[in-house]
C-alpha cells in the first residue's frame, strides 16, 4: 500500500501561534489527501479533503480560516492550525487513497500550551 | 444516518481465541467497510477491507464478515496474540474508499 509521511511528529506550540504539519506520499502521486484529527481516546474525525491545485473542501463545522490547507504538489499537503488554542491540542492524521484503499501517515501530535 | 456504530468498547481475549468486534451502520450507500489497527501515538494501519458484493472476506488471521441486509459487518481475529493487543477501528464510505466514517474504536487486550 501507499507510504505517506508526516513532520513533525510531535510539536509544542504556544497559545496563538501557527503550525504547520507536512503530509507527504512517498510513493505514488496523489491527487486528494484526507486531514482527519483524533483527540485522546476518540475516534478519528474528518476534517478536510485537500485536492491538488484546488481549495480544499471542508467537513461541517471545521472553521476553515483556522485549519489553512494547502496542497501544492500531487506528493505534499500541508496543514496550518492558524491562532493555535489549547482545544486545538490533538492527534492530527492524514491519508491517501491508493488503489481504492485508504492509507494513513503516522500522525502530528499537537500541544498548544 | 452517517454513524458507524462499533462494539464493544473493550475487549478482553485469551491468547489463541477468537476476538469479534462488531459494526452497524444505517446509510446503505455506504460501499466500502475497511478495519484499521492503531497502536498509541500512531497512525491507523489498514487491515483488510470489504465491498458489499461479498459477505466474506479473509486475509491470514482476520476476517471480515458482512450482512448486508442486516448492515453489520464484523472482524474475527483468529489465535489472538498478545501482539494484537491494540484498538480497533471499522469504518465505511460511500464513495469508495473517500471520506471514511470511523466507528467508536475498541480497544482489544490479549492476555498471554
Known amino acids: 500500500g501507499a507510504v505517506v509521511s508526516q513532520h513533525p511528529s510531535w510539536v509544542i506550540c504556544k497559545s496563538g501561534t501557527s503550525v504547520k504539519i507536512e503530509c507527504r506520499s512517498l510513493?505514488?502521486?496523489?491527487?486528494?489527501m484526507f486531514w482527519y484529527r483524533q483527540f485522546p481516546k476518540q475516534s478519528l474525525m474528518l476534517m478536510a479533503t485537500?485536492?491538488?491545485?484546488?481549495?480544499?473542501?471542508?467537513e461541517q463545522g471545521v472553521e476553515k480560516d483556522k485549519f489553512l490547507i494547502n496542497h501544492a504538489s500531487l506528493t505534499l499537503s500541508t496543514l496550518t492550525v492558524t491562532s493555535a488554542h489549547p482545544e486545538d491540542s490533538s492527534f492530527y492524521i492524514c491519508?491517501?487513497?491508493?488503489?481504492?484503499?485508504?492509507?494513513f501517515g503516522p500522525g502530528t501530535r499537537l500541544t498548544v500550551t | 444516518q452517517q454513524q458507524v456504530k462499533q462494539s464493544p468498547q473493550s475487549l478482553i481475549v485469551q491468547k489463541g481465541g477468537i476476538s469479534i468486534i462488531n459494526c452497524a451502520y444505517e446509510n446503505t450507500a455506504f460501499d466500502y467497510f475497511p478495519w484499521y489497527q492503531q497502536f498509541p501515538g500512531k497512525g491507523p494501519a489498514l487491515l483488510i477491507a470489504i465491498r458489499p458484493d461479498v459477505s466474506e472476506k479473509k486475509e491470514g488471521r482476520f476476517t471480515i464478515s458482512f450482512n448486508k441486509s442486516a448492515k453489520q459487518f464484523s472482524l474475527h481475529i483468529m489465535d489472538s496474540q498478545p501482539g494484537d493487543s491494540a484498538t480497533y477501528f471499522c469504518a465505511a464510505s460511500e464513495w469508495g474508499a473517500q471520506k471514511l466514517v470511523f466507528g467508536q474504536g475498541t480497544r482489544l487486550t490479549i492476555n498471554p
Open positions: 510513493d505514488f502521486q496523489a491527487t486528494t
Open positions: 491519508s491517501v487513497v491508493d488503489f481504492y484503499e485508504q492509507y
Open positions: 485537500s485536492n491538488e491545485g484546488s481549495k480544499a473542501t471542508y
